[in-house]
């Protein structure tokens, strides 16, 4: 087995990792700000710089895995960019990195990675057909089909968070109507509740929403758990906006196991009882739910970069 | 290349067709009313005869490629159950056929082998991942991913009818709530037409609805083309719900190529375009427009025999 390089590609930071054994844990770890408005070059220049720095002195036999946000192509290793990565509009960083190097290269989407770093060595080990679903500033995920990343034509597919759950909804960060991002994710449920405040209903987070700064999810979960009615509302509906799609996703993908990650689920223990109770309620027919089960991540924070290297020891 | 025996198991009929080199067209074929009523062993019975009397005086080396409705297990071999089968509970139709024949026999969903027929002989041919749509009474249909069938655990995968467009929208034959097919399918839109109506709107609809036959989604097609505004309306609001799922579909999955099949594609002038537009605008990211085209099934009424032969053929 030869060494992995893996880099988690961030709007924050450039994260890279050193696997010698292909498996974790890393024996290395990097951190470097991005800077993603100074532009793609120097932004590139940055990941190369990352990787030489922990790479080994002998390069021949390494491997590269890069994690990027947004829509990507892995197949042509092209990086499309994401509201944090601004003037990535198609970027070949594949190619660039593997030219720099002269070793193998593979790019993935990071949701995407995160679903089969969880698969490999997290909630969804021995599974054969897994949903990861990562609710933080965004929704997204990844799916395993059949012990396969499911990947589509251009690897665009199991955008989870982007699908229309109610067609006269609130506008998503994509630009669409009606997605589960715009219902149900940080923002989402922050800027429901600020609704809700606006339209003057009675809440312990009156203060907070007066006050200088902007509501967020974590303080509406705060509140819900103190018991505050208004906010308890917002966190159910959120829950059973998650967990009627999840029914969606169980139609469309039969999963074995559903793996929950992301910011949002350190309001798990408020939200994951009723998601489960609306998903079982909302499948079709009970043979969806033999075996089935849900599960929170269990990597953290190196999900990325785990997902990252696992995508390398797989060229 | 041995013989295939096809069968199409349906509600009205059973429908079997003989393939002596595993592609269409078939040589033999023969059609036995299914008589539900009168339970499964009944039909079990009427099923092996069918296929007895069109087999080959050889059975060795026959395979045998049965379509059945509703959900099954195509891994375990038993089928579920639908509406229009009533008491199939847990029926283990592939080992009954496989024991009373001494032959392999391999049973799938009907949507999901219409899928398989339109991906190897019709409409999606040449692609690596497609979506098969079936509209009609239900909406149901399958995926090609990566060039394979997309199963999920237990073979539910791609129930992509019964996905959730609008929280609060009608109630589906399933008994969930707002899945495309409470809005769109043939009684979907004849549901709407005639609410419309009995809101008390203007239509040339309104002598059909008034007299003793129930309004069809092929009434409502109908004056839409003679320009009745409620029917173009509804025919419109129909074409918008599903290009808003077929967005949805494309986050899901990434085809290349979306097959629309079904009765209800006998309206396919009025709502492919709009169906279309609205998937084109609705999709998160033009780079699932790249190469992406919309197909009409190509292989009609046979299409669940020669997708019951195509599964027998990778016996």
């Known amino acids: 087995v030869s060494e992995i390089l893996a880099v988690d590609l961030g709007g924050t930071n450039i994260r890279v990792a050193r696997f010698p054994s292909a498996q974790p844990p890393a024996t290395n770890l990097s951190k470097t700000p991005t800077h993603a408005a100074e532009g793609t070059e120097a932004v590139v220049a940055r990941i190369l710089q990352a990787i030489d720095a922990l790479a080994p002195p002998s390069r021949s036999g390494m491997r590269i895995g890069i994690g990027a946000p947004g829509p990507l192509d892995p197949r042509r290793g092209r990086v499309f960019g994401a509201p944090n990565l601004p003037g990535w509009t198609d970027v070949p960083l594949r190619d660039l990195v593997a030219a720099h190097f002269g070793c193998p290269v593979a790019i993935g989407n990071d949701a995407n990675l995160a679903a089969l770093a969880e698969w490999r060595f997290g909630a969804g080990r021995g599974s054969s057909d897994m949903i990861y679903l990562t609710i933080s500033t965004g929704i997204g995920g990844g799916v395993i089909s059949d012990g396969r990343l499911l990947l589509g034509t251009h690897g665009l597919a199991a955008e989870v968070g982007h699908m229309t759950i109610q067609m006269d909804g609130p506008v998503c960060s994509c630009g669409q109507r009606g997605h589960l991002e715009a219902i149900a994710s940080g923002p989402g ?103 089935f089960r849900i599960a929170r991540a269990e990597l953290g924070d190196d999900v990325g970069l785990i997902g990252a290297m696992t995508l390398a020891s797989e060229l």
């Not at 999810?217 to 103190?226: H, I, S």
């Not at 559903?258 to 499948?283: H, K, S």
Request: hydrophobic letters at 50%; aromatic letters at 2%; glycine letters at 10%.
């Open 189 to 291: 449920i922050a800027r429901i509740a600020a609704q809700r405040l606006a339209a003057g209903e009675a809440s312990t987070l009156r203060d907070q929403a007066d006050g200088k700064r902007e509501l967020t999810a974590e303080a509406v979960g705060r509140a819900a758990r103190q018991g505050d009615p208004l906010a308890s509302r917002v966190i159910d509906e959120a829950a059973v906006a998650i967990g009627c799609h999840l029914a969606n996703l169980l139609h469309a993908y039969n999963p074995q196991v559903v793996v929950f990650g992301g910011g949002v689920m350190q309001l798990g223990d408020l939200l994951l009882p009723r998601i489960e109770a609306t998903a079982r309620a909302q499948v079709m027919h009970p043979a969806y739910l033999e075996g």
